[in-house]
């Protein structure tokens, strides 16, 4: 499929997109992508990048945030090549709702139909650190509190460049300031008028199958991961 035909939600951790976008995949009955149902099958293709040869404690106990913050953009630049590839190979109906945290404005921008098939979720950010905090120590490091607090402080800030990107853009975004079920109808309400201009009709059915086995692949991935990591002396080395 053309880019160009996709819609796209972009947004930090903890803000709602893979929720909100597969409501609308099956709302609207569109292909659905999420970026980091990829990430394995992606790391195969990903040049070689210094986070990539870090142990997990070089990466979210020693580093300072900043440096994590430019780990992750140039990251994101890199997997957004692989997601214009991978939509390439998807069928032209119907068209696809792609979400993920690595959708920058920057990036996104460059292959938009029409400035209305993106939307931007900005969490606020006292609630967000909250909620990220809530996921506990950072499995994997020596020091799971410590790299927790870490990767909070660069959530945030990945928040913060995601609405300066999207406001020097002049790119839709969503305030994350209230239940899901009602950030759910006002993405509805942004993209309704989007879809009608978009391809309809395909088979949904065999889409959603499609899905199911990328999830698959992810996992299985991910173990066999794991299991060279533990093999190698743990996943913080």
């Not at 400035?115 to 900005?122: I, T």
């Not at 994997?140 to 927790?148: K, V």
Request: hydrophobic share 45%; net charge negative; charged share 30%.
């Amino acid at each position: 499929m053309d880019p160009s035909h996709a819609l796209w939600i972009g947004g930090p951790q903890g803000s709602g997109k893979t929720s909100i976008a597969a409501a609308l995949a099956d709302r609207f009955a569109l292909q659905l992508y999420h970026v980091d149902a990829r990430t394995w099958v992606h790391e195969e293709r990903m040049p070689p990048t210094e986070f990539a040869s870090l142990t997990m404690d070089e990466r979210w106990v020693h580093a300072d945030v900043e440096r994590m913050l430019g780990w992750f953009v140039a990251h994101s630049r890199h997997r957004f090549r692989l997601v214009l590839e991978d939509l390439r190979e998807l069928p032209d109906e119907p068209a696809c709702i792609v979400e993920g945290p690595q959708l920058f404005p920057t990036s996104v921008s460059a292959v938009l139909g029409a400035p209305d098939q993106a939307l931007f979720l900005l969490p606020e950010p006292g609630e967000m650190e909250v909620r990220l905090r809530e996921r506990g120590p950072l499995e994997g490091t020596s020091d799971g509190a410590r790299a927790r607090e870490n990767t909070v402080a660069r959530d945030l800030r990945i928040s913060a460049l995601f609405e300066r990107e999207a406001r020097e853009l002049r790119l839709p975004t969503l305030r994350v300031d209230r239940p899901l079920d009602e950030m759910l109808e006002l993405a509805a309400a942004h993209f309704a008028p989007v879809v009608e201009r978009l391809p309809r009709g395909g088979d949904v059915a065999a889409a959603r199958a499609f899905e199911a086995q990328v999830r698959e692949t992810q996992i299985r991935l991910y173990h066999a991961w794991l299991e060279r990591a533990n093999a190698a002396g743990g996943t913080s080395r």
